[in-house]
């Protein structure tokens, strides 16, 4: 059911980094995508994918990773993602003076192929905090290829726990003794408006 799906998919940032996600399961990921919703139809976005170790360290490298945990650095050896997905805004698609809509369109499909991936027992994690430069150095990405987005994705190795949002009004996940990933959501009378 997709409410359960939706529930599932979180933003995982640990994983079994020997899991091996093979070309088959990202291409049927990246299927999704090119199903989903296109504003004005564009279909401007193209993919990197990764499953291998050494481009997956290229990556790796340029992601700064859950801004709340001041104390963690990210996954560390073994608890790294075994695959990723880049999300391109390709700008000689779209013609001149007209919105490129990237931004939409991204996180469009990007929620298409973590749901994917969910359904997989799989899970992952959209990083916008991206050493651009870098990145596309390392990967040779042409200029008019805008990064937007990486997906991390792997099999998970944590527990994501939602709870209600504290009467402080803190929103930042947390992580407690036993490393389970803490995630406060609003209750949802507090996000309808209705005058």
């Not at 059911?1 to 995982?12: E, T």
């Not at 399961?25 to 994918?49: D, G, H, M, V, Y």
Request: include cysteine.
């Amino acid at each position: 059911m997709l409410h359960d799906l939706v529930k599932q998919n979180r933003s995982f940032r640990r994983f079994y980094e020997n899991h091996f996600i093979d070309n088959e399961t990202l291409l049927a990921l990246i299927e999704l995508a090119r199903l989903s919703p296109s504003p004005r139809n564009q279909q401007a976005l193209k993919f990197i994918l990764s499953n291998e170790e050494n481009k997956n360290k290229l990556i790796f490298d340029t992601l700064s990773w859950a801004g709340a945990l001041f104390d963690w650095n990210g996954p560390e050896k073994g608890e790294q993602p075994s695959a990723y997905i880049i999300i391109l805004g390709d700008n000689s698609l779209i013609e001149n003076g007209v919105k490129s809509y990237h931004e939409f369109s991204s996180g469009i499909v990007a929620q298409s192929i973590l749901l994917g991936a969910v359904e997989r027992k799989l899970g992952g994690c959209m990083v916008a905090a991206i050493k651009r430069n870098i990145l596309r150095k390392s990967l040779n990405i042409d200029k008019h290829l805008e990064i937007l987005m990486v997906i991390a994705l792997g099999k998970p190795k944590e527990n994501i726990i939602l709870g209600a949002m504290p009467k402080s009004g803190n929103y930042n996940y947390w992580r407690d003794e036993q490393k389970n990933h803490h995630v406060p959501k609003r209750n949802l009378n507090d996000i309808i408006f209705d005058k």
